[in-house]
């Protein structure tokens, strides 16, 4: 592909040769600034809205509009807001290993020699989960990994261990577990896709040139691959933050996540509460991206990834 | 099609000695069987939920006695079909409206002044918790616009979260177009319209797909939004979420509910993937 | 203090947002109407619609459609009563639900603020008002604090825990009173504990046995204020570092699972999660406890829609309301659940016309002794205390220690 319309793409230039020959046809002057009024107006507007309720307090079911810093203050001093610190450090620990398990995998998947029967099984396989109910699924592992459950019956059947494993439910770890599963294929179906893509012919070039696998996989398909893999990241991040039942079933009470603490303060109608809390996740979260570009500048792979994006 | 810079980088090839470790032949295999496990862990819970839909007493896990009682009473009690019908009905229309607008926005998109600062906004969803924004939109059309909430409050709500994985799917496709292709049809004297049918369509058509099949998923199975914003209407997860809390217990209804789900789509997808990929191969 | 966001106002404002709905929001209208697709049926004359917790449930209403001639269209909902609150009054339920059966408490908000309808004592349909007794009827799950009579008594019990005398070394055929302390201190149970992670459900207990204990007295149980809730929750988080609770649960299935699966030996469940319990491990495994503290008592109120005193169907609505007091209901309740309710006897005297066998009729007359021997100790709860935002805020410490 060639630098000049490389540079074109991003150049004033290209941009009018671009909308000049379809303006006509598909109007798309107007769809981006047309569709930002509506994205304002259910997701921005909505946002703001929240926040603001976070300055009110409720009094025995009702909302006081009364303008305070009284629901923020209580956030801190019940320690309530350990919660979003508490979700953010599962989330990016499963997010983290969701990559080091669902990338190789995704490898294999598309460049590992595997036949177009094998790709389509896999991937039905990876899409079907979402059709099904994750509570049903995930109510199930309690009677796998509970004290009398089936893991235990085997191994104190087996004589491996004398008295029944405690750790394996009802603790962060079988939280963890529930989310690593309920997230891979979230993982794993943007990462394929990117790498899915990545012509045979620059891979086969980097060996050709004397590339170990390692460095092919490091100069030439990870970069091409990186636009998935932030997919892949988006994708797990954002839901694990929100995860509901995997730590209402599998942490006994004792993992209360984000959604946990919000479901609670429901229960007496605490809007503000609610408010409080998402405010300041998406705070914490918007600092861990601004970190995360930083760092990604810095090796300069973020700007080549949307480069790489664009050319 | 793609090439970034990086690539000129493997002609500064390292001694390869120093890359030893990086030829052994158990790399492969421990990818694939990583992989292969968790699907296995995914699946296996299944199995077992399948097993537990022939069983007397699902809850207690053991399978024994078998009774295929729940299918009898599934098929007996008809209260799961409306809003099973309705949360078909939904997702339906997520998908292809998501599918929709994403590829008109993310063929626009590129093309925009700052499309970096555009895509993080488009992107916002993702980082805001489901019952967060559920709340936020309930709260806005609820006690600021004074809307009374049911289908339509849902669709938003799902819109919302489907968007920004349908947008990102069309996106890794519209922005590693060839440009060139347009324009030499346009050379050639094309229409616009025909350019677009002929050419981008086609190339997009996997993108297409992906963001429609991934906006009804997203919506079949969404429930954090869904309490929030239902008004009185009911989904499907919405429904299993008020049986789980009821006493009177449907939950062996919901595994038999959830197997023969199981058996419908598998054959489905894996026949849907299996004709994009022959498809793929074609073109 | 409060402004137009408040519940009072948002039901002033129903009609007004319907018009604009209508008109406004033609599209969107069109979309909540498609056929067969709205939630709950439109009300018909023979036809009543309820909506509520599924404690409250027949598993069979065609069995009152039977009875009474009234058919009915009933949704559950789940047992928070933020998620109820919200329904009621932001979905505006009442434009299509003519009845409304919760826990008590919503009545002391929902009432004065007009969404429930006063109940006509004097309603013909409503014939065995007059013989219900006043425990029941004016009773605080039914009235508000200033005695305005909101709602028909439907059920209720006194919850306390459920538990295996074999492994805590109680006779199993005894009615021995057994101390809350096996749910919080005792050695034995240790790690062996699954407690209810609500803290509208669990506070109550905790307070309950401090106060028994001596440790502590307060002024009302059902609602502590926030010195009071601390000095719970501190005890708790010490038992909770002690190793005390094996889980805190969240859910019927899993009181049932955890039982079933012995994964616990004591928990603080339903009285018919013991019942499924023994389902599979055989009758009197498991047993539901006589406690010397006292019980969490509860009972289910029926309220009626405001807006159904313009419905035609406010004939059919009453006569649901009287089968909720008479024995029919009754006795299917106390046999399915093990749930009391107004007019017991009525309940022994259907089940013996209908020829049901000397053991379940038996079964009956026990439920009346149990309930009235529980009954007498404390303490009455409520979904809606007017501390609810402290003690939830205190109960979020317990979870997060």
Redesign the interface.
């Known amino acids: 592909m060639s630098a000049a319309l490389k540079a074109e793409a991003g150049s004033p230039a290209g941009t009018t040769r671009w909308t000049g020959g379809l303006a006509a046809m598909s109007g798309r002057n107007w769809v981006v600034p047309g569709f930002l009024v509506i994205w304002t107006l259910i997701v921005i507007v909505p946002l703001v809205v929240l926040f603001s309720y976070s300055f009110f307090e409720t009094k025995h079911f009702q909302t006081v509009y009364d303008p305070s810093f009284d629901t923020w203050i209580s956030l801190f001093q019940s320690g309530r807001f350990e919660v979003t610190l508490r979700s953010l450090r599962i989330a990016l620990t499963v997010t983290a290993i969701e990559l080091l398990i669902g990338y190789p995998f995704a490898l294999w998947l598309a460049k590992g020699g595997t036949t177009k029967t094998t790709k389509a099984v896999v991937l039905a396989l990876l899409t079907i989960p979402f059709f099904l109910d994750l509570s049903s699924r995930t109510i199930i592992w309690r009677a796998i990994l509970g004290q009398n459950g089936l893991v235990n019956s085997i191994l104190t059947g087996t004589n491996l261990i004398d008295a029944p494993i405690e750790w394996m439910l009802y603790t962060e770890v079988s939280v963890h577990f529930g989310m690593i599963i309920a997230f891979f294929p979230t993982m794993v179906l943007p990462v394929y896709l990117a790498i899915n893509v990545i012509d045979e012919a620059l891979i086969e070039a980097s060996e050709d040139l004397g590339a170990t696998p390692f460095q092919t996989l490091k100069n030439v398909i990870f970069p091409l691959s990186l636009p998935g893999v932030l997919a892949g990241i988006v994708f797990t991040l954002g839901p694990a933050l929100a995860a509901w039942v995997e730590p209402s079933m599998l942490g006994g009470g004792f993992v209360n996540l984000l959604s946990n603490s919000i479901e609670s303060a429901y229960t007496a109608l605490k809007y503000p509460v609610v408010a409080a809390l998402s405010t300041f996740i998406i705070l914490l979260l918007a600092v861990l991206l601004i970190i995360m570009l930083l760092i990604a500048r810095r090796f300069g792979d973020l700007s080549s990834t949307f480069r790489v994006l664009k050319s | 099609m793609a090439i970034s810079e990086h690539t000129h980088l493997t002609s500064t090839t390292t001694p390869q000695d120093r890359g030893e470790w990086s030829y052994w032949s158990g790399w492969k295999p421990l990818g694939k069987w990583g992989g292969l496990l968790m699907l296995f862990c995914i699946y296996f819970p299944l199995a077992w939920l399948a097993l537990m839909s022939i069983s007397e007493r699902p809850l207690s896990g053991i399978p024994l006695p078998f009774s295929l009682q729940h299918y009898r009473a599934l098929f007996a009690d008809t209260k799961w079909v409306e809003p099973f019908g309705a949360s078909i009905l939904i997702a339906l229309l997520v998908g292809i409206v998501s599918a929709t607008v994403a590829t008109l926005v993310g063929r626009a998109l590129p093309r925009t002044r700052n499309p970096g600062g555009l895509l993080l906004l488009f992107l916002l969803p993702l980082f805001v918790p489901g019952m967060s924004l559920g709340a936020a939109l309930f709260i806005f059309a609820r006690s600021v616009l004074e809307l009374k909430l049911g289908f339509w409050s849902i669709f938003i709500g799902h819109f919302v979260w489907a968007f920004p994985f349908s947008l990102l799917i069309i996106l890794v496709l519209t922005t590693r177009f060839d440009n060139r292709l347009i324009e030499a049809a346009s050379d050639l004297g094309a229409s616009s319209w025909r350019s677009f049918w002929d050419i981008e369509f086609p190339l997009l058509m996997p993108g297409i797909i992906g963001a429609g099949l991934f906006g009804f998923l997203l919506s079949f199975n969404e429930v954090l939004r869904t309490i929030f914003l239902r008004g009185t209407e009911k989904t499907m997860p919405v429904w299993n979420w008020i049986m789980a809390a009821s006493q009177q217990s449907q939950v062996p209804i919901i595994f038999a509910l959830a197997t023969i789900v199981l058996l419908v789509t598998l054959p489905l997808l894996a026949g849907m993937f299996w004709l994009v990929f022959a498809r793929l191969d074609k073109s | ?3 137009k ?3 009072t106002s ?1 039901l002033e ?1 129903t009609r ?3 018009l ?2 209508a008109g406004g ?1 033609a ?2 209208a069109a ?2 109407s ?1 056929p ?5 049926a439109q009300a018909a004359t023979a036809t009543v619609n309820g909506y509520g ?3 409250a ?1 027949l ?1 069979d209403w065609s069995v009152m459609t039977d009875s009474i001639g009234v058919e009915m269209d009933f ?9 109820f ?3 009621v009054v ?4 009442g434009d ?1 639900v003519d009845i409304f059966i919760f826990e008590s408490g919503t009545e002391d ?1 929902l009432g004065p603020q007009g969404v429930y309808l006063p109940i006509d004592e004097s309603h013909p349909e409503l014939s065995l008002w007059e013989r219900t007794s006043d425990d029941w009827k004016r009773s605080a799950v039914v009235q508000d604090p200033d005695g305005n009579q909101w709602g028909v008594p439907v059920i209720g019990n006194a919850d306390s825990f459920g538990y295996f005398p074999d492994k805590l070394g109680v006779d199993a055929d005894s009615d021995e009173e057994i101390s809350w302390s096996v749910m919080f201190e005792d050695d034995n149970t240790r ?1 062996r504990v699954a ?1 209810d ?4 459900y669990s506070l109550g207990p905790a307070a309950l046995y401090l106060q028994g204990k001596g440790d502590a007295t307060f002024g009302d149980i059902a609602n502590l204020t926030r010195d009071e809730a601390k000095m719970v929750v501190d005890f708790l988080i010490e038992r909770k570092k002690a190793g005390q ?10 009181q ?2 955890l039982l ?4 616990v030996d004591v928990i603080n469940c ?1 009285e ?1 999660a013991v019942r ?1 319990a023994n ?2 491990l055989g009758d009197g495994a498991t047993k539901y406890a006589y406690t010397k503290e006292g019980y969490f008592k509860w009972g289910h109120g029926a309220y009626i829609a405001s807006q159904a005193k313009d419905r035609d169907n406010l004939d059919q609505i009453y006569k649901v309301l009287n089968y909720f007091l008479g024995g029919e209901y009754r006795a299917l309740q106390a046999r399915d ?1 093990g749930y009391a309710g107004p007019n017991m006897d009525l309940g022994v005297a259907y089940a013996e016309e209908q020829g049901w066998s000397e053991e379940e009729i038996a079964a009956l007359k026990a439920t009346e002794a149990k309930v009235n021997r529980k009954f007498a100790k404390p303490y009455v709860s409520t979904t ?1 205390p ?1 501390n ?2 402290v ?7 317990f ?2 220690a």
């Open positions: 203090m409060k402004d966001f408040s519940t948002q404002l007004r947002t319907m604009r709905a929001l599209g969107a979309l909540t498609l067969g697709m709205s939630g709950v917790v599924t404690t449930q598993k949704a559950g909902t789940n047992n928070s009563v933020g998620v609150l919200r329904d932001a979905s505006q339920l299509e908000i790690g407690y992670q609500t803290w509208t609770f094996r889980t805190l649960h969240s859910a019927f299935e899993e049932v699972q079933a699966n012995k994964e339903w018919p499924e389902l599979k659940r809606t007017s609810a935002d003690m939830e805020e205190e109960w979020q410490r979870l997060n």
